[in-house]
């Protein structure tokens, strides 16, 4: 299915055509694409707007670690920011370096402000308030949009991910789960023509990964017929809480992962023994993927 944009009512009213239902995440999971995002796009920008060009090396570490080399890879970019920040505070140097260090009240307010975290809502909040680091966050994230679409160039899909995409289709109703703003998601599926395999895509503006998936499959579905595919334990904590299955697309062995999906797990899926031993099985290899701790904590 081949859109400029769904809405809520697309997501809630979504067709069942089969007895299962598949959620896929798209950065990092079907696209190579985290790494050259974070490092080329996200990261700089937060150096440029708050400032932090005498002390880049350590932003940057701070950024990696949570974006990508931890539990909190693929996080929506509002809480990542915001660990950033936390972790960045406390780097060794960085206090006595003398830099001034990003306040992170507004931030965390709009966090826990119960809203869709996204920019629309960010905007909403930034006409309301005036606050002028909600503006500075507002500003960051769009120029991380515009920075992206201007200079990043296509990165293709992994290739068993596109194979997956190919019998999923075939067997189980699938969408697109993202944090991942929809304008990009749709261009990036659209550009190497993968929006034909997918019902809809839906990005930060239609909720979290949690609220997609319980929308989307509402009680069409039992719950064991119901998958999430993700790369990160953010992405096994929405399976968890809308109490679905889970396969794990392990970072730094994604094709093998996908290749294991095509040629074992999916049968598995829709045979009816993938919930339990094997399941479980495949979560303890990714839980021990990614660590909580930085390593200049430890």
């Known amino acids: 299915m081949s859109k400029n944009n769904y809405s809520l009512d697309d997501l809630k009213n979504l067709p069942q055509r089969h007895g299962s239902f598949v959620g896929i995440d798209s950065d990092g999971c079907v696209f ?63 206090r006595e370096s003398g830099v001034t260090l990003p306040e992170t009240g507004a931030l965390r307010a709009y ?14 909040e930034v006409t309301r308030t005036k606050d002028p680091e909600l503006t500075r966050i507002l500003e960051w994230s769009l120029a991380i949009n515009a920075d992206i679409g201007a200079r990043m160039a296509p990165v293709p899909p992994f290739a068993w991910a596109k194979r997956a995409l190919e019998m999923i289709r075939s067997h189980s109703d ?11 998601l749709i261009k990036e599926w659209n550009i190497h023509n993968l929006s034909s395999y997918v019902d809809l895509i839906a990005g930060q503006e239609l909720g979290t990964k949690t609220e997609h998936i319980r929308m989307a499959a509402g009680d069409k579905y039992p719950l064991k017929r119901v998958l999430l595919i993700g790369d990160a334990q953010g992405d096994l904590a929405a399976a968890g809480a809308a109490g679905v299955c889970f396969y794990p697309i392990s970072p730094g062995s994604e094709e093998s992962s996908w290749e294991r999906f095509c040629t074992e797990a999916y049968a598995k899926f829709l045979g009816g023994t993938f919930a339990g031993g094997y399941e479980q099985r495949l979560t303890a290899e990714f839980n021990a993927l990614l660590p909580e701790t930085p390593p200049w904590s430890r």
């Open 32 to 94: 190579d694409t985290m790494s050259v995002k974070q490092k080329q796009h996200f990261h700089p920008l937060i150096i440029k707007y708050w400032g932090l060009e005498a002390c880049e090396k350590e932003l940057r570490a701070c950024a990696e670690f949570v974006n990508l080399y931890s539990k909190t890879r693929g996080s929506n970019r509002f809480p990542a920011l915001l660990r950033v920040f936390e972790l960045f505070a406390d780097y060794p140097g960085v």
């Open 174 to 184: 699938v969408i697109v789960v993202s944090q991942t703003p929809e304008e990009a």
């Open 111 to 124: 966090i826990r402000s119960g809203l869709p975290l996204g920019n629309p809502s960010l905007k909403d």
